[in-house]
Structure formats: C-alpha cells, structure tokens
T-cell receptor, first 110, second 115 residues
Framework: ELKVEQNPLFLSMQEGKNYTIYCNYSTTSDRLYWYRQDPGKSLESLFVLLSNGAVKQEGRLMASLDTKARLSTLHITAAVHDLSATYFCAVYYTGNQFYFGTGTSLTVIP | EAGVVQSPRYKIIEKKQPVAFWCNPISGHNTLYWYLQNLGQGPELLIRYENEEAVDDSQLPKDRFSAERLKGVDSTLKIQPAELGDSAVYLC?????????????FGAGSRLTVL
C-alpha cells in the first residue's frame, strides 16, 4: 500500500524562526510536488521536484528531494504571517498517479 | 489561460437526494482527476480519466457514485443517493500527463453539505 506521511501535522511557529516539514513516502518515486492550501481555498502548486537531489527555492521556502531516502523536506526560513496555510506533499507514480500526504497545518504567530 | 472550472461551489442537500458536480479542465489537459477532501485531510483520489477513459476508479464507491467525461473534456461526478458521510469538498484537477513536470492543477472545489 502506498503511503505518504508528513510531519508534523500541526506547526505553530513564531515569526522570524526557521523550521522544516518532512514528507516520507513508502514506494520508490523520482518526482514529488508541494502544494499550499489556504482555508476554504483550493490547492496551489509551489514546487515540482523531478530528480534525486533536486532543490527549489521561492522566497522563504525551499524544497528538496532525496529519492534514496524517500524523503522530501520543505524548509521555512524566517517565517512571516503570510506563510500560514496547510502544506501538502504529493508523490507521483507511473501512470499519472498522485498520492497526497496528510498535510501540515502551519500557523505563524507574531 | 482559464484554470480548472468547477461548479457549483457550494451545495446543501438533504440525505438521500442526488447531487452532481461539473468540471471543465484546462484546455489540452488529457488527464482529469476527481479527488475527495475531508476536513483536515489530504485529497484522496476517486477517479482518474485519460481522455474519455476511466483508468482508475478503484476508490469510487460505485453503489452511489458515478462519473463520466464527455468527449474527453468536461466531466461530471454524481452521487445518488447522498449520505451524511458524503459531506466533503470534491476537487477536480487536470494535468497534461506523460513525462516532464506534469503539474496537477486544481479547481476551486465543490463543497457538499448533506443534512
């Protein structure tokens, strides 16, 4: 059974602090996606990681992929309130299949 | 470029009533997905289409759920009869499919409340 696990599930962090969200998956894949979802809204694509060792950065967010460890990380640097949202990783499998993690609800507090 | 369009955005019905959701994917996207998202959880696949063919419907509760993709473009997801446990957000997504980045683009979702 394919499993995609994220941790932590809930994250409350102070503005200006750094933190990392982890995404582990159970079956080999070389493609992983990160999405953001604001309350009551749909999912918005953040990053696409297409190979082992891939690293993508946008503003205060940086995502990386280690396919050997079956692990992706989403690192938050100097958090700001606007980053408060739920973040999902999604693992791609052959045949246009996407499996989503449970999500990490991030709250950035002043 | 228009995104994935879904309607209705919100629907409130009584249990045992039927309901239908409609999705128009991004032009040229051959692969279309219907996901179910319960509160506080990640999207779970209901059905996936490649053009007009349903290639993965293993998670679709076929006793009450049905779906179709007309001419490989628009899609409709139907529930009949609805149960209380069907209250959730129904997300439609589309992608180009194949190799490359193949990003999944979501619609705004249809929020169903069953009373």
């Amino acid at each position: 059974e394919l499993k995609v696990e994220q941790n932590p599930l809930f994250l409350s962090m102070q503005e200006g602090k750094n933190y990392t969200i982890y995404c582990n998956y159970s079956t080999t894949s070389d493609r992983l996606y990160w999405y953001r979802q604001d309350p009551g809204k749909s999912l918005e694509s953040l990053f696409v990681l297409l190979s082992n060792g891939a690293v993508k950065q946008e503003g205060r967010l940086m995502a990386s992929l280690d396919t050997k460890a079956r692990l992706s990380t989403l690192h938050i640097t100097a958090a700001v309130h606007d980053l408060s949202a739920t973040y999902f990783c999604a693992v791609y499998y052959t045949g246009n299949q996407f499996y989503f993690g449970t999500g990490t609800s991030l709250t950035v507090i002043p | 470029e228009a995104g994935v369009v879904q309607s209705p955005r919100y629907k409130i019905i009584e249990k045992k009533q039927p309901v239908a959701f409609w999705c128009n994917p991004i032009s040229g996207h051959n692969t279309l997905y219907w996901y179910l998202q319960n509160l506080g959880q990640g999207p779970e696949l209901l059905i996936r289409y490649e053009n007009e063919e349903a290639v993965d419907d293993s998670q679709l509760p076929k006793d009450r759920f049905s779906a179709e993709r007309l001419k490989g473009v628009d899609s409709t997801l139907k529930i009949q009869p609805a149960e209380l446990g069907d209250s959730a957000v129904y997300l439609c997504a589309s992608s180009l499919g194949g190799s490359g980045a193949n990003v999944l683009t979501f619609g705004a979702g249809s929020r169903l409340t069953v009373l």
